[in-house]
C-alpha cells in the first residue's frame, strides 16, 4: 500500500454520554442519550464533526421515549435527512406510539460559539396518530413533501406514506406485504423504492427478496420488480442492506457465493436491472444477520463510498469510487457500529479487545498514513487478559472456532473453566471487551467463548451447520472444547462451568443433561421449551425453529427431546438461573416451572427473578447483583 493518504483521526470518549445510534449528516453528528433519571426517557442531540471542545446540543426538548421496537428487537430510532438544505429529523416515540418530525438549519456563526449548531425551522410536530403496533426508521422523503416508512400491524408489515405538511394524520397504507419487509431505501429523487422482504419458514439472513418500486406523481407505486439474475442463486440467497448510491445505482451484499459480498446494481430501467459489478471475496463478509434494523456497512455515494467488512478477526474500511477499489484500511476494532459517511468523513463506533466501545470520527480529505490504524491513539485498558483464537474440532469433526483467555492470576493449581455459548444462535463472538470475561479472568478462571457451529461471520456453511440441529451441534462442539482443554492440561477436569443466555441457554443446560465434563451451569433467561417457543414467542422469531430443529408438524419429537424442561429432572448438577419478569421472546413462567425441581435436586442450584427486567439485563444494579450471586454460586459448586 502507498503512504500518500493521511487521516485526521480524534478519538472521541466521555463518561457521560452513551452515544448511541450516531450518523453524521452534513458537518454534523447526531445521536442518542439519555435525559433525566430514568431510561424511558430520551433524546436526540447534535455537535460538529471533529470539534473536541463542542458541547452537545439537545434537539429534543420535550419529553420521548425514542425508541424502535420493530419486529421485536427493533433497531435504530430517528432519522435524519439532508433534504432541501436542511436537516428534517424524524422519530419513533413510545410514549405516544406516533412519528414526530422537526426541521433544523444551520446556525449563525454567533449561535455556534455559544454551543447552539442548529437552530429550528419548523417546531417539532406530531405526523401520524397513535398505531397499535410499530414503526421501522426507515423513512425516505420525497419532493412532493411525503414521507415513506414500513410499519407492522396486526402481524403485517405494511409499506404507508405521510404528508409532512400535515399533522397527526392516518398513516396511509401503500401496499400490504406478504410477511416481513424492511431496509426500506431510495434514490435522491425518491422515485424510485427499494426493500427486502421474507416470508416463512425463513429468516431474513436465511433468504430473502430484494424488490424495487417505482413511485408516480401522485406517491402511489407505479410499478414493483423483483431483482433476479441468473447469476445470483434464487433459491437460498439473503440479501443485506440495499443502498442507493446514485439516482440509479444501488449497492448491497448477497450471499450465494457463501459469504456477503458486494454487489453493484444499475436500475435505470425497473423493467431490465443488470448487475454493472459483482466482488467475490471468500473469508470475508460484508453483512451480518439482520435481528434489529438500520446496520449500516456501506455509506457514501457513488464518487465516494466506504464499506465495512469482517476479515477474520477484524474489521477493515474499504473505499470505492465508480465502482472501483480504492483503498482498504485496516482497524484494530474486532466490531463496528454506527457506521456512516459524509464525503470523506466517517464516522464510526470501534470495538476492540482491550478498549471499550469509542466514537471515532476519520476524515479521509487529510493527508496521513494509509493505514490508519497506526494514527489511533486511545487509552488501553491494562491488566486485561487478550483472547487467543482457537480452532478444534467439533461436530463431525468440522474445524470450530473459538477465543481463549488465560486467567490473569494464579489463584488455582490449575484454572477452573467457564465456557460461554452466545446467545441467537446466529450470533457470534468477535473478542470485544467484555466486563465479565475480564472479571473472572482477574479472579483466576481460564474463559473460552465458543463460535459453534451456526455462528456467522464465518461464511454461510459455516452458519448452515445448525440447521435442524440446534441442541446437538451447539452442545456437542462446547463440549469438545472443553475436553480438548482438559486433555491439553490446561485447566482443572472437575471445574468446568458452562454459560449460556437465551439460546445459549439451552445449549448450556443441553451439555449438562447429555454428559458429564461439566461441574455445573449459569443461565440467564434460558430457551428450555422449544414447544412453548414456537407457540408464543414474538413474531419475529416464530419461524425461526423451522430451520433450527423443523417442522413443528413432522419433527415433533424433536421439539420435545431437546427441550432441557422435559428432562430437567435428570440433572442432578447445580444450576443458577436469572429471568426478567417482563421478557415477551421467552417468559420467566417457563424458569419458574423448573424452579422447584432444581433446588429439590441439588442444593447450590438457585432461581433469581428480576422483576424490571426483560430479554436483556439493562440495570446496572441487577447486573450487579448477578456477578455476585454467580460469584457465591461457583464457590459453593465448585468448591473453591
Not at 8 to 26: C, D, P, Y
Not at 79 to 108: G, R
Not at 474 to 497: H, P
Not at 557 to 570: A, E, F, L, T, V
Amino acid at each position: 500500500m502507498s503512504n500518500d493518504y493521511k487521516l485526521k483521526v480524534r478519538q472521541t470518549e466521555s463518561k457521560k454520554n452513551a452515544f448511541k445510534e450516531l450518523t453524521i449528516i452534513r458537518d454534523t453528528i447526531f445521536w442518542i442519550d439519555v435525559v433525566g433519571k430514568g431510561q424511558n426517557e430520551n433524546a436526540i442531540f447534535a455537535k460538529p464533526f471533529n470539534d473536541e471542545e463542542a458541547i452537545p446540543q439537545q434537539l429534543t426538548i420535550k419529553k420521548y421515549n425514542i425508541k424502535n421496537n420493530f419486529h421485536g428487537y427493533g433497531g435504530k430510532s430517528y432519522k435524519c435527512i439532508n433534504f432541501k438544505n436542511n436537516f428534517y429529523l424524524i422519530w419513533i416515540d413510545q410514549i405516544t406510539k406516533a412519528l414526530w418530525f422537526q426541521i433544523f438549519k444551520e446556525a449563525a456563526s454567533t449561535d455556534r460559539s455559544q454551543n447552539k449548531y442548529l437552530v429550528s425551522v419548523q417546531e417539532p410536530n406530531q405526523l401520524s396518530k397513535s398505531i397499535d403496533g410499530n414503526f421501522d426508521s426507515s423513512f425516505v422523503i420525497s419532493e412532493k413533501n411525503l414521507l415513506y416508512g414500513i410499519c407492522e400491524i396486526n402481524n403485517r408489515d405494511y409499506l404507508f406514506s405521510l404528508n409532512l405538511k400535515k399533522t397527526k394524520q392516518d398513516i396511509h397504507l401503500i401496499k400490504k406485504f406478504k410477511n416481513f419487509a424492511g431496509e426500506l431505501s431510495s434514490n435522491r429523487s425518491a422515485n424510485l423504492l427499494s426493500w427486502i422482504e421474507w416470508d416463512s419458514p425463513y429468516m431474513p439472513w436465511e433468504k430473502n427478496e430484494l424488490f424495487f418500486a417505482q413511485i408516480d406523481q401522485d406517491g402511489e407505486i407505479q410499478k414493483i420488480e423483483k431483482f433476479s439474475n441468473k447469476l445470483i442463486n434464487p433459491k437460498n440467497v439473503s440479501f443485506f442492506q440495499p443502498y442507493w448510491i446514485s439516482e440509479t445505482h444501488l449497492v448491497c451484499s448477497e450471499d450465494s457465493s457463501g459469504w456477503w459480498n458486494l454487489l453493484f446494481l444499475d436500475i435505470s430501467d425497473i423493467e431490465n436491472i443488470f448487475i454493472k459489478k459483482r466482488l467475490e471475496r471468500n473469508l470475508m463478509e460484508y453483512g451480518v444477520p439482520q435481528w434489529v434494523t438500520g446496520i449500516t456497512f456501506f455509506s457514501g455515494n457513488k464518487k465516494n463510498l466506504f464499506c465495512i467488512a469482517k476479515k477474520e478477526n477484524s474489521f477493515i474500511v474499504e473505499q470505492y469510487k465508480d465502482f472501483e477499489f480504492v483503498k482498504e484500511f485496516s482497524t484494530p476494532f474486532s466490531s463496528i457500529s454506527d457506521f456512516s459517511v459524509f464525503r470523506k468523513k466517517v464516522l464510526l463506533k470501534g470495538n476492540g479487545s482491550d478498549f471499550l466501545g469509542i466514537v471515532f470520527e476519520i476524515d479521509f480529505a487529510k493527508k496521513v498514513l494509509s493505514n490508519f490504524s497506526e494514527q489511533i491513539y486511545f487509552d488501553h485498558i491494562k491488566d486485561c487478559s487478550k483472547p487467543e483464537t482457537f480452532w478444534f474440532k467439533g461436530f463431525e469433526d468440522k474445524s470450530t472456532h473459538c477465543f481463549l483467555y488465560r486467567p490473569l492470576v494464579e489463584n488455582f493449581r490449575k484454572p477452573p473453566l467457564l465456557v460461554r455459548a452466545h446467545s441467537g444462535p446466529t450470533s457470534c463472538f468477535d473478542g470485544s471487551y467484555n466486563s465479565e470475561v475480564q472479571y473472572w479472568t482477574s479472579k483466576g478462571f481460564f474463559v473460552a467463548e465458543v463460535n459453534y457451529g451456526g455462528s456467522s461471520g464465518f461464511g454461510k456453511a459455516y452458519r448452515e451447520r445448525l440447521n435442524y440441529k440446534w441442541g446437538i451441534v451447539d452442545s456437542y462442539d462446547c463440549k469438545a472444547l472443553a475436553l480438548e482443554l482438559i486433555k491439553s492440561n490446561q485447566v482443572d477436569s472437575e471445574k468446568v462451568v458452562i454459560l449460556g443466555n437465551s439460546a445459549g441457554g439451552l445449549t448450556a443446560l443441553n451439555c449438562l443433561l447429555y454428559g458429564s465434563i461439566f461441574t455445573a451451569a449459569i443461565c440467564k433467561y434460558p430457551v428450555i421449551d422449544l414447544k412453548d417457543m414456537y407457540y408464543n414467542t414474538h413474531r419475529f422469531e416464530k419461524d425461526y425453529l423451522n430451520s433450527l430443529v423443523g417442522n413443528y408438524a413432522k419433527d415433533y419429537d424433536d421439539y420435545i427431546n431437546r427441550s432441557p424442561i422435559n428432562h430437567i429432572d435428570k440433572i442432578k448438577k447445580p444450576i443458577l438461573l436469572f429471568h426478567g419478569k417482563k421478557d415477551t421472546v421467552i417468559s420467566y413462567k417457563q424458569t419458574l416451572k423448573i424452579q422447584e425441581i432444581l433446588i429439590q435436586n441439588n442444593k447450590f442450584s438457585e432461581v433469581i427473578f428480576f422483576d424490571n427486567e426483560g430479554h436483556g439485563f439493562r440495570n446496572i444494579e441487577n447486573k450487579e447483583v448477578v456477578m455476585q450471586r454467580s460469584k457465591e454460586f461457583l464457590k459453593n459448586a465448585l468448591n473453591i
